[in-house]
């Protein structure tokens, strides 16, 4: 057997490469056939493993190296082939789809376990899910609607965000947008539909569409979603002041926040969020665009853990 990697050598601000290095040597001191390549900017993840998926008719496994946005791309790869097994070996700053499938946080844990789980054919379902707004794709951790969308907006087109990030002091600039965005973001009505059900809200600061329980970086944003119950949780922020939206970014770090009055929760395999205002979106981080958007739960997919 051979096992495939995709690699981001960027990921983790360069650590990855290194942590790839100390994989390859235990791929050949361990005498096990693989095949590699690296991904050398954005959106080669989805290309590449595209095409590992078209080249090859019988199954594969196909392990993403790298942060949320590597497995991501590679997600919105192979999604649609059913003879492709995922797997993945964290090796980014954020991590949170390792956390959702709950993987050990030691990348040569993880490669243990992949290996075991290979000679035991241990695979494990994970939901799949596509949105359809100004862009479509799959998302495999969440879609956010509202503030934390303009965030991570403001973040990704700020210039510091390299250069903090060189410094291992990426997070600051998460905090300085968090903080201004805080004080200037303009809560807006939202209808909701989850499945046959209509909701009203009318000052909501945020809408996330969550596969599993974390969110930037270890927050628990959906403390109950499961990734294998072909269901998404929502999470809808509406009607809470700025200081207690504040105090939401604290006990988000355990899943406090969803007993807090303004938190409202549902389950669901549609999902649409549609508002008078352009709602800024992400899907895993990345933009999606802005406006209305529509999420179902698309299918399951082999992940090998
Ligand atoms: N060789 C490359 N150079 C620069 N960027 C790359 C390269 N290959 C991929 N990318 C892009 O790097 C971005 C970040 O990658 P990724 O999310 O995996 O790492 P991370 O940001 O360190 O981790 P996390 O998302 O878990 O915080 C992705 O959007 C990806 O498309």
Redesign the pocket.
Known sequence: MVLHFIV??????GK?KKIWGKIERELQRRHIHYHVV????????AKLAQQFAEQKHEPFILIAV????????VMNGVAMYDHVAVGYI????????ARGIKLPTKWNKVFDHILSSIKHTGDHLYDIGIFQGTKRGIFVNNVGCGFDAQISRKVNASKWKHILNQLYLGKFVYVFYLLKELFTYQPTAVQLTVDQKQYVFSKVWLVTVANHPYYG?GMKIAPFAQSNDQHFDVVVVDDVSRLKLLALFVTVFWGGHVKMKGVHTFKGKYIRVTSHTALPLHA???QIGEGEITILVNKQIRVVK
């Open positions: 981001n050598p960027s990921a983790k601000n990855c690296f991904t050398q900017k954005q959106g080669d993840g790298g942060g949320d946005g590597t497995i991501h791309e964290p090796a980014g700053t954020g991590n949170d789809f970086g895993d981080g990345e």
